[in-house]
C-alpha cells in the first residue's frame, strides 16, 4: 500500500506560477511510476502528466506541455508539479498517483494509488 498526500495548491493570478508536491510514504516509492491528472468543475478527470521511476522519462498533456515541468526525488520519496504561466483553465483539483510499473501513462486506469487532491485556482 502506498500512501500519497499532496500539497501547494492555492490561488494564483493568471500568468503565475505555482509547485505542487506530492509526499509518498508506505513502499519503495522509486518502485512507481508516477502521474498528475486533474479535475475541473463539471468534468472527468484528465491527465497532466507522468514521470518514470527513475525521472529519466516524461509525459505530458498537450494542454500544459511547455508550462508544466513533472519532477521527482527518489531520496524525499516526493514527486513535483511545477505550473507556469497558468491560465484560468488550469483551475481543478490535481491529483497524484503512483503505479507499481515501469512504464509511463497517461491512462487513469492505469494508476493504483491515488492522493486526495489540492485545489488550484487560477483567477483571471
Known amino acids: 500500500q502506498v500512501q500519497l498526500v499532496e500539497s501547494g495548491g492555492g490561488l494564483v493570478q493568471a500568468g503565475g506560477s505555482l509547485r505542487l508536491s506530492c509526499a509518498a510514504s508506505g513502499r519503495t516509492f522509486s518502485n512507481y511510476a508516477m502521474g498528475w491528472f486533474r479535475q475541473a468543475p463539471g468534468k472527468e478527470r484528465e491527465f497532466v502528466a507522468a514521470?518514470?521511476?527513475?525521472?529519466?522519462?516524461?509525459y505530458y498533456s498537450d494542454s500544459v506541455k511547455g508550462r508544466f515541468t513533472i519532477s521527482r526525488d527518489n531520496a524525499k520519496n516526493t514527486v513535483y508539479l511545477q505550473m507556469n504561466s497558468l491560465k484560468p483553465e488550469d483551475t481543478a483539483v490535481y491529483y497524484c498517483?503512483?503505479?507499481?510499473?515501469?512504464?509511463?501513462?497517461?491512462?487513469?486506469?492505469?494508476?493504483?494509488?491515488w492522493g486526495q487532491g489540492t485545489q488550484v485556482t487560477v483567477s483571471s
Open positions: 498517483a503512483g503505479r507499481a510499473a515501469t512504464r509511463v501513462t497517461s491512462l487513469e486506469a492505469d494508476y493504483d494509488y
Open positions: 514521470i518514470s521511476r527513475s525521472g529519466s522519462i516524461t
